[in-house]
């Protein structure tokens, strides 16, 4: 624990941004205040920290999502990495730039950060405002861990695992740029998705011991994991779960997706996993010493996909 | 320490941009690769972090400062944030958010960035690059510290120390935006701060127990300590070190100093202190049980100053 409660700011309209947006918190927030947030690490364990920036008009666009939605997707796409990490969430320092005629409107965006700080068990411990001509979000994510799931981990003789059900968030930006209907199953796991926090844990302390997760795309983060393992990851892609009216490719190809690809020598109970979490955990493939990188399968034959589809909303 | 080495990344244009950066950082990098960092905090330490973000024509502007200079000061910014605890530095986490144009340019940025980390003794243990219209850098910064110091541990009976000497930055900028000149001792000020670090730690081991850096203005953070400890800030204006050619009412109103404030029960070496860091430590005032707030004396006579100067090159 930090030192508790809410220490008086100076005058300022800095000040008065920062007091409203800690009051919306409520008991959220830890120890804001002061120049840096002061956090009991668990002894024995290690801190895990990572950062992420989402940009208006790069990673979101306010036509398409609330404020709120921003907000809680933005803090979510952060822990989702502590949740690669098999760590335990313990809470975020957020850095938001904000255009100076928007203030008065960003009590959404704070409850949107609330609402996956709340959904992950998490706390918020500080942070920056500034102003800038872009929306922008910078979360920085940390928890702890005794024994951490790494990229490198993967080995020959692993098993590949996926938690959820793939394709929803690119169908729904597809269908956004495009004007077509959007599904409200695709819609949904484009605003709502989850950081992994507990089924990651769950799956460390059963054997695995690779993690990623899913922010560039199925295809392309296994890479990362191969690349990193410096194995051969092979994934049949008609074992991995796709969304209603989804292309299997484009579902493999599509970003922020924040579900977890999983390693593991010990096979992981997938039945037991759906019935504690409710999401679906399928074997999709498994690793090998051949060449490293990914080869993808269908009805046993190689396809040659490329690893992601269109970068679709990115600037340039 | 991380798990050592560079890891391996999948194909990509944001990644050879990263491996560019991480060669940049060279050992100065530690861990990067995986989704968080993984960081060892000394056993019943706590952790101190905090996170700071610079946006171009808002925090800096680009025909003032060069690249590596706006990476040096945005490092230091942050850092300086630990210095005000009394923390020991351990290491960065960069979120660089980039106009596409502009990447193949940018290894001066962390070519600073890597230069205010080395100054203050701290690796860089990851990040987050993504695409913006607006050049802007996040960076988070944490360290360790078994007993912090705080904004609202000011005492009646305390002593009110300031590091450095004051008015140099605020004199550049005012210099800068009437084209006037720029006398060298501001512009070295301006653009190469300190985190006092070393010197918080020797004046926390020697009774100092509140601290605050400089960032806002010497007025206006004194008030951020009176207000945060429920205390009376008496500070003589007379006493104030002042560069050169400053006015000393613009030198206590100025900004981005990173110098510190301390306060402590304990009468401080300043001379010691002079010997030991090169940089004069004074005594400028006294801490009472009066009403909460900052008065500032000149000649034993109260004046009536504003907190800050002019919002220099602030947005809107």
């Known amino acids: 624990m930090t030192h508790g409660g809410e220490i008086a700011f100076g005058p300022g309209e800095e000040f008065r941004f920062i007091r409203r947006l800690i009051r919306r918190f409520g008991s959220l927030a830890a120890g804001i205040g002061d120049d840096a947030a002061l956090i009991h690490i668990p002894r024995d364990n290690m801190l895990a920290m990572t950062t992420d920036t989402a940009v208006d008009n790069v990673h979101f666009r306010r036509d398409w999502l609330t404020l709120d939605e921003i907000g809680y997707r933005a803090t979510t796409a952060a822990i989702s990495d502590l949740a690669a990490m098999g760590a335990s969430g313990m809470g975020i320092l957020i850095a938001l730039a904000t255009p100076p005629e928007s203030r008065e409107n960003l009590d959404a965006l704070g409850d949107g950060i609330a609402r996956a700080a709340v959904a992950a068990g998490v706390r918020i411990f500080g942070g920056d405002t500034v102003r800038s001509v872009v929306l922008s979000l910078t979360i920085t994510a940390f928890g702890n861990t005794r024994d951490p799931l790494r990229r490198d981990a993967a080995r020959a003789g692993h098993h590949v695992y996926v ?154």
Request: glycine share 10%.
């Open 163 to 316: 938690t959820g059900v793939f394709g929803g968030p690119a169908a729904a930006v597809r269908a956004l740029l495009d004007g077509t209907p959007v599904l409200a199953t695709w819609r949904d796991r484009f605003v709502n998705p989850h950081a992994r926090l507990r089924e990651a844990l769950w799956a460390a302390g059963r054997g695995a011991r690779a993690a990623i997760d899913i922010s560039d795309g199925l295809l392309a983060d296994a890479a990362h994991v191969a690349a990193a393992s410096n194995v051969q990851m092979t994934l049949d892609l008609d074992r991995v779960p796709v969304m209603e009216g989804v292309d299997p490719v484009a579902a493999v190809q599509g970003g922020e997706e924040y579900e977890l690809l999983l390693t593991s020598a010990i096979p992981l109970d997938c039945d037991a996993f759906r019935r504690r979490f409710g999401v679906s955990l399928t074997a999709i493939g498994s690793v090998s010493d051949g060449e490293p990188g990914v080869v993808i399968t269908s009805r046993g034959k190689h396809l040659d996909i490329e690893p992601r589809g269109y970068d679709h909303f990115r600037i340039a």
